[in-house]
């Protein structure tokens, strides 16, 4: 079975700042599908960013991008330039490429951006 | 092209009555997923449908939980006679159909149960 760790269950840091979120995981898969998921206050899940265990490239949506380690499986998340709208909670998750297609999640990291 | 929708986005019930969760998912996409997220935590994979069909309820506590996605109409998450600990937020997700590989799955803004 596959689990994902999420080891900073808060952080905060001033606005414009770059903050790093950390995720580790474990599986015996070898291909697989790795996302960050955010959840404002208002509860909605919303994709941030996505990567493909295949891909040796790390993954980068404007100022959100991975740090992906397949050999030590971590998954760490980057945002640069943070603004307060980044405030929520984030959630990675892991996919398997084939098969069962139920993502299994992280307990999450509550960040918050300071003005 | 419209999200997700789950309705009703809060639901209050006693215990012992029956709670009905509904989800319909984006266009297109004929593939869906219900996951619980209890307080303070991460979701939790439930059940992943497809029209007509349970492809995986391995998440699904055995008794009083079903879920249904028929040919016409939304996916139903049905609790019976709920207790206390059923109280949480149950999201539904929905992804076109997989070919051969994972693809994102998008998430409605959830139902939050609240069982008195």
């Known amino acids: 079975a596959q689990t994902v760790t999420q080891s900073q269950p808060e952080m905060s840091v001033q606005e414009a700042e770059t903050v790093t979120l950390s995720c580790t995981y474990d599986?015996?898969?070898?291909?697989?599908?790795l996302f960050w998921y955010k959840q404002p206050p208002s509860r909605q899940m919303i994709l941030v960013i996505r990567?493909?265990?295949?891909?040796?490239q790390n993954a980068t949506e404007n100022r959100f991008s991975v740090n992906f380690q397949k050999a030590a499986k971590s998954f760490s998340l980057k945002i640069s330039d943070s603004q307060l709208g980044d405030t929520a909670m984030y959630f990675c998750?892991?996919?398997?490429?084939?098969?069962?297609?139920?993502?299994?999640f992280g307990q999450g990291t509550r960040l918050t951006i300071n003005p | 092209n419209a999200g997700v929708m789950q309705n009703p986005r809060h639901l209050v019930r006693r215990r012992g009555q029956e709670a009905r969760l509904r989800c319909s998912p984006m266009?297109?996409?004929?593939?869906v997923y219900w996951y619980r997220q209890l307080p303070e935590e991460g979701l939790k994979f439930m059940v992943y449908?497809?029209?007509?069909?349970?492809?995986?309820e391995s998440g699904m506590p055995k008794e009083r939980f079903s879920a249904e996605f028929p040919k016409e109409g939304p996916s139903i998450l049905r609790i019976q006679q709920v207790v206390r600990g059923d109280s949480a937020a149950y999201f539904c997700?929905?992804?076109?159909?997989?070919?051969?590989?994972?693809?994102?799955?998008?998430f409605g803004p959830g139902t939050r149960l609240t069982v008195l």
């Open positions: 997700a929905s992804s076109p159909p997989p070919q051969g590989y994972v693809d994102t799955q998008y």
């Open positions: 599986t015996s898969e070898s291909n697989y599908y």
């Open positions: 266009k297109g996409h004929s593939h």
């Open positions: 998750a892991f996919g398997k490429r084939q098969g069962a297609q139920k993502l299994v």
């Open positions: 990567q493909e265990a295949y891909k040796q």
């Open positions: 449908l497809q029209k007509e069909n349970i492809i995986d």
